[in-house]
């Protein structure tokens, strides 16, 4: 597509509703390229350092909630924080969060604009480069989230993870991989292994990884890949957290810490598997605290941080009804 400057928001929403979605993939050389033409223009402002400290997150159920309970706890501990999610439900503006809400139509548009520029640039270099939807989309996240000077992004993937767009990142304090299922056959594998194997592709060389070990062949290779790069793996099972009450609003758990003692959590829906994807989220703190840096973390905040996770549209109740 030809690339052109917009005054507006709609102008912006357009543009971006003309990318085709659902098309192949530019290769992982040219994203990084790409990735790294802009890390490297304008001084150095849109490096990866200006990202704060980020948080990988891959997996076929629960990445959203996950990372929605991440950013609640990181917010409720006085940490800044950046979060890309997909996909949206209403507005294209709901990938790109920053303190739990949603960017504004202007810095929507000067994040496009300026992503503009620098394909329009890059391609007096690389003519043939056209990046996708999903490309794009990080890209502006790059320029949100380092404008915003947070301390933490959260990244989630799209599709997969060792091919994924946002893979392309080199320097994460933590990955995390939810649970696995056959999802996306098509592109990631016909068996649960071969679909672990391309989530586990975010694991980097040395980096802590939190996973949730409900399937033992799944566990099996992520085990396998965080040991093939030196990595300290950490999961979450069933046996690391106990449901002790589900109530019409909310359900009351305890958690099998390896440090704290949390007493109640409480999760404010009646939908248990979020029991499992804010253990998750506890876990993946903790690991943080102790070996990251991530000081500001306490009981009382993650505890906090997880009583008061929002997430729209999932399992929420309104007048009666309840939205998955």
């Not at 993939?25 to 040219?30: D, I, L, R, V, Y």
């Not at 989230?145 to 997969?160: H, K, P, S």
């Not at 996306?184 to 694991?203: C, F, Q, R």
Request: aromatic residues 12%.
């Amino acid at each position: 597509m030809r690339e052109r400057l917009v005054r507006t928001y709609a102008e912006a929403e357009r543009f971006m509703a003309d990318v085709p979605k659902f098309t192949t993939k530019n290769p992982m050389e040219e994203t990084r390229g790409f990735y790294g033409y802009i890390q490297n223009c304008e001084d150095g402002r849109y490096r990866e350092k200006n990202l704060g400290k980020l948080i990988h997150v891959a997996g076929t159920n629960g990445k959203g909630s996950v990372c929605a309970f991440l950013q609640s706890i990181c917010m409720e501990s006085g940490y800044r924080t950046g979060m890309f999610i997909s996909p949206h439900l209403t507005t294209i503006r709901e990938r790109f969060v920053i303190d739990g809400v949603v960017i504004s139509e202007e810095m929507f548009v000067e994040a496009f604009n300026w992503l503009s520029d620098m394909i329009t640039a890059y391609c007096s270099i690389r003519p043939a480069y056209c990046p996708t939807y999903f490309e794009r989309l990080f890209y502006m996240g790059v320029y949100v989230f380092a404008r915003a000077g947070v301390d933490i992004t959260i990244l989630e993937t799209g599709l997969g993870g060792r091919l994924d767009t946002t893979n392309v990142i080199e320097s994460p304090v933590m990955t995390v991989i939810t649970e696995i299922g056959l999802d996306h056959m098509t592109y990631l594998g016909n068996t649960v292994e071969a679909i672990a194997s391309e989530k586990a592709g975010i694991i980097k060389a040395g980096i802590p990884v939190v996973f949730s070990d409900r399937k033992r062949a799944a566990a099996d290779v992520i085990c396998q890949k965080a040991q093939e790069l030196g990595c300290k793996w950490h999961p979450v099972s069933e046996n690391d957290y106990k449901i002790n009450e589900i109530q019409k609003k909310f359900i009351d758990f305890s958690f099998a810490s390896r440090y704290y003692d949390y007493g109640r959590l409480i999760v404010n829906t009646t939908a248990v598997y979020q029991v499992e994807n804010a253990a998750v989220a506890v876990r993946t703190c903790e690991v943080l605290k102790m070996t990251c840096g991530f000081g500001k973390f306490t009981v009382e905040s993650i505890r906090e941080g997880i009583s008061k996770m929002h997430w729209s549209c999932r399992m929420e109740e309104e007048i009666g009804r309840a939205h998955v």
